[in-house]
């Protein structure tokens, strides 16, 4: 998969094959929406964003006579055979309301020009963006070009490993973008390119089916990964994990043929005497459920119950590339999820690295299991915080949907953090209470804890699950990434079906402008 092209030049250089103009709707003022009510509504022409030219009342008139285009939002109108300036093409994007324009519209206006472009199959464009610079705060425009150009880069994600190759798919060459210049810019868009890059990582482990993407091989990709951009990485096999006593996550992997795989990349960016950041994630390649089997309907969407994982390789990645300045040490237990004839049953009961017992009376709450041992086996490295990614629980998408991550965890400041960092990448989190009522639930008649207790609160008592192995002094926050790790509607610069990579976006953010917590 080749990335397509983003030039930005101060004036056009290239001679594209369509030149872009981006229109803002009209804004409405409110005496005219009082009268739309009693006439209904009436067309509007949308205004050019940028510098009036000679042909442009040409355009006007047209749009006035055929009223076929608004300037709202993602919508793109092709004029073919419209020549101007170099171009073969005119097309016109639409930007929504001059008011509306925020890093996520930009996004969002990226990915519907690279969908444009390759339907119309059109290989290069031209755009010239000086009036969404203009109708942008000062401070936020270097940030809403790198979103635009992560919409853009963002679109261009295909899977099709499994599929025979298609002469007829096309691919556009890439964008110009007219009207800014100076190294900040450069590095916004180099910036968007290093975590796209990144979320790609993490959305073809995702995308990969469970009969290749087995723990073995999540764990080679890892190693792989690691090498090629200067981080260490170090894996445990069976044997070591036994040693090591995670009694919890070897449960899990009973049931199947496949070996577990711990895996443990370290970035140091920061100070020598920065103690490190500890990022977790749960890699269950497949989840059949276990014993406690699920049910057969869409099943086969559990290959992807290894996103945790792939989440925390991607800002492993995004570490790396954009040389953040922090130490972050990143863990991923690897286990297949199966009903073997060795697999562990209900009622049975397993041991933790530190000892704490629990028992299973339910086979299908594997991965609090596998990030518990995770949990006890980072404490051991003293991190200053401990953050955590799952598709943890099937609750968080009855309670949030798709469209945002359950947070929860045990400080203030960090949650804190993580929502501002969201709200900067709109990467949306919502957070979930941890009260201390839940930990009745799950407590157990012959264990230190059960892991699963009850349909009420199902995310809430996962976290609790969870809660119970993470030291006091450990500032910690579960993602459960459930609901928005794949299949998303909701964004258009999400591929249909396929993972998305959320939450590396906003990691990057948090790790850039990270400060010690208090
Ligand atoms: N991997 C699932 C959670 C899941 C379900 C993610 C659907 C995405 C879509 C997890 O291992 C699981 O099975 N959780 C159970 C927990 C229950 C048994 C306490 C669940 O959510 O039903
Ligand atoms: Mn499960
Ligand atoms: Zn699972």
């Not at 180099?190 to 993407?213: C, Q």
């Not at 995770?374 to 099937?394: R, V």
Request: aromatic share 8%.
């Amino acid at each position: 998969m080749a990335f397509p092209e983003i030039i930005l030049s101060p004036i056009s250089k290239t001679t594209p094959d369509t030149l872009l103009l981006p229109f803002f709707k009209a804004e409405k003022k409110e005496n005219e929406k009082l009268k739309e009510k009693k006439e209904g509504p009436g067309y509007e022409i949308p205004v050019l964003a940028g510098k009036k030219f000679k042909e442009l009342a040409d355009i006007e008139n047209y749009l006035r006579l055929s009223q076929c285009f608004s300037g709202k939002k993602n919508e793109i109108s092709l004029m073919r055979a419209y020549k101007l300036g170099n171009a073969h093409n005119v097309g016109l994007v639409g930007l929504g309301q001059r008011s509306g324009l925020d890093t996520e519209v930009a996004r969002q206006v990226g990915a519907a020009i690279y969908q444009f472009q390759k339907r119309e199959r059109l290989p290069t464009v031209s755009i010239d963006i000086q009036g969404m610079w203009a109708a942008t705060r000062e401070s936020k425009r270097v940030t809403t070009l790198q979103a635009l150009c992560e919409g853009y880069y963002l679109s261009s994600y295909e899977f099709r490993e499994f599929k025979k190759a298609d002469q007829t798919l096309f691919h556009p060459h890439g964008i110009e973008l007219v009207g800014v210049k100076g190294k900040d810019c450069e590095k916004a868009r180099d910036k968007a390119r290093h975590l796209v890059e990144a979320m790609f990582f993490a959305k073809v482990l995702g995308d990969r089916p469970s009969n290749t993407l087995t723990p073995r091989e999540l764990a080679r990709l890892c190693q792989e990964m690691s090498k090629g951009c200067g981080i260490q990485c170090q894996v445990l096999g069976r044997k070591e994990i036994e040693k090591e006593g995670m009694g919890l996550l070897i449960g899990v992997a009973k049931g199947s043929a496949e070996e577990p795989q711990v895996i443990v990349m370290e970035y140091r960016g920061g100070r020598k005497t920065d103690l490190p950041i500890a990022l977790l994630g749960k890699g269950v390649t497949f989840d059949s459920g276990g014993i406690s089997i699920k049910p057969s309907d869409r099943m086969e969407e559990m290959k992807y119950d290894m996103m945790g994982a792939a989440t925390v390789a991607g800002i492993m990645q995004a570490c790396a590339t954009l040389k953040l300045p922090v130490n972050v040490i990143g863990y991923i237990g690897a286990v297949e999820n199966m009903p073997g004839g060795k697999a562990q049953k209900p009622g049975d009961i397993q041991r933790s690295i530190s000892g704490k017992t629990v028992e299973i009376t339910n086979t299908d709450a594997e991965g609090r299991l596998v990030l518990a041992d995770l949990i006890e086996y980072a404490q051991k490295q003293n991190p200053q915080a401990m953050m955590d990614f799952a598709t943890l629980t099937g609750a968080v998408v009855v309670a949030l949907g798709s469209v945002t991550t359950g947070i929860m965890g045990t400080h203030k400041g960090l949650l804190g953090l993580i929502k501002a960092a969201g709200e900067l990448t709109d990467e949306r989190v919502w957070e979930l209470p941890l009260y201390d009522e839940y930990e009745e639930d799950l407590k157990s008649a012959y264990a230190d804890i059960r892991n699963s207790g009850g349909r009420e609160a199902g995310s809430q008592k996962g976290g609790t699950f969870l809660k119970f192995f993470v030291d006091k002094k450990t500032p910690w926050v579960h993602f459960d990434i459930a609901g928005s790790a794949w299949d998303r509607k909701d964004k258009n610069y999400y591929t249909p079906k396929m993972a998305t990579g959320v939450m590396i976006r906003l990691m990057a953010q948090l790790l850039q402008h990270w400060k010690s917590l208090k």
